[in-house]
Structures are given as structure tokens and as C-alpha cells.
């Protein structure tokens, strides 16, 4: 069973900061995700990665497959990107296996 | 198109209950999975499914069954609730092993 490790746990952070979370996995995975659950509870799909790097927006995601790890940054943040940011992988057939999420608070 | 949709969203059940969550999805995809989330965990998967009349277990299944007659719709069932099967329940569809989409979840309370 893949292990799934965030960090950290919780970030708060002024507005138009840098911000980096990441995501380390135990067992070697076909895929990579990065999910955004909003206050509300609905859950997004931000990113899929398997390699490299991919950018939308403000949001970048990278991945380092001989390393197990990955990072999810966003840059000049907003307010409006407080919410819990999870990374999830893909072993096989399964469906996808989760960290805890990092909790994101962006002060005005 | 309303996407990946559940019902019903909130329910509270004594201890011993019956019922079955409905998700429906309208993207012709042929994965759904069903999913807990409880505090301090991250979501674990219960059941999946790869296709209409195919279903397997995922993490966490006792306690649940699941059934996929139709494309669109996975039902997921509690035959006997319990106090620990209070969770918010998520469903989500994948066209193939990709980009999840999730449904809004559903918050379940066993007393």
C-alpha cells in the first residue's frame, strides 16, 4: 500500500506569497494528482502529472519520479486560493490513494 | 451537463438502517469509485467500478456493497449502519484511469 505524505500540515501565508506544498509517496505510482477541496467541501481536480512539470495559471505542479516527490506552488496568492490542497497517486487499476491534505489560509 | 451528481446530500440514520447512496454522472465515463472522508484521514476508497456491471473492492469495503446496472449510476449501500460509518461520502468518475471529477458528497450520520 503507497504512503502518502504532505507537508506541511498547515500553511498560513500573506497575500501575494509564494507558496509550496508537497507530496511524497512510498511505492513507485503511474500517476500523481493534486486535488482542491474549497471550505464548501466541493473537491476540483487541479493536476495530473506522471512527469515533469505542468502549469495552469498560478498553479504549478512538479514531479520527481526517481525521488517520489512532488510539489504543488502557487504563486502571488489570493485569498481566494484558502482551501485544503491534496495529493493523491495511482498504483494500478485502483482508485486513487490520498494524503491528509494541506490546509492553505491566505491572509489579506 | 450537471456533471457527477449525488444523492441525497445530508442523512442521519439510527443505528441498524438501511440505504443506498444514488451518483450519477452524465460524461458517458466508465470509472466511478466511491470514497470516505473522515477528519484527520484522507479519502479512502471503498468500491470502484470499470464498467457498467463490474464492481470491486477498494480500501475500506466492509460494511458497504455497491452496484453499477447502469453506465451512469453507481449505488453504493449500507445494509446495517453503524455509528462508525459516519463519514462524508464522495463519488467521483474518471473516463479512464485520468482527471477524477467529484461529486458534491454526501454527509451521513449514524446515531
Known amino acids: 500500500k503507497n504512503e502518502v505524505e504532505q507537508s506541511p500540515q498547515n500553511l498560513t501565508a500573506q497575500e501575494g506569497e509564494f507558496i509550496t506544498i508537497n507530496c511524497s509517496y512510498s511505492v513507485g505510482i503511474s500517476a500523481l494528482h493534486w486535488l482542491q477541496q474549497h471550505p464548501g467541501g466541493g473537491i476540483v481536480s487541479l493536476f495530473m502529472l506522471s512527469s515533469g512539470k505542468k502549469k495552469h495559471g498560478r498553479l504549478i505542479a512538479t514531479i520527481n519520479i526517481q525521488e517520489k516527490h512532488s510539489s504543488l506552488h502557487i504563486t502571488a496568492s489570493h485569498p481566494r486560493d484558502s482551501a485544503v490542497y491534496i495529493c493523491a497517486v495511482r498504483g494500478g487499476a485502483d482508485g486513487l490513494t490520498f494524503g491528509k491534505g494541506t490546509h492553505l489560509i491566505i491572509q489579506p | 451537463n450537471a456533471g457527477v451528481t449525488q444523492t441525497p446530500k445530508f442523512r442521519v440514520l439510527k443505528t441498524g438502517q438501511s440505504m443506498t447512496l444514488l451518483c450519477a454522472q452524465d460524461?458517458?465515463?466508465?470509472?466511478m469509485y466511491w470514497y470516505r472522508q473522515d477528519p484527520g484521514m484522507g479519502l479512502r476508497l471503498i468500491h470502484y467500478s470499470v464498467g457498467e456491471g463490474t464492481t470491486a473492492k477498494g480500501e475500506v469495503p466492509d460494511g458497504y456493497n455497491v452496484s453499477r446496472l447502469k453506465k451512469q449510476n453507481f449505488l453504493l449501500g449500507l445494509e446495517s449502519a453503524a455509528p462508525s460509518q459516519t463519514s462524508v461520502y464522495f463519488c467521483?468518475?474518471?473516463?479512464?484511469?485520468?482527471?477524477?471529477?467529484f461529486g458534491p458528497g454526501t454527509r451521513l450520520t449514524v446515531l
Open positions: 460524461m458517458n465515463h466508465e470509472y
Open positions: 467521483a468518475s474518471s473516463f479512464n484511469r485520468d482527471t477524477q471529477y
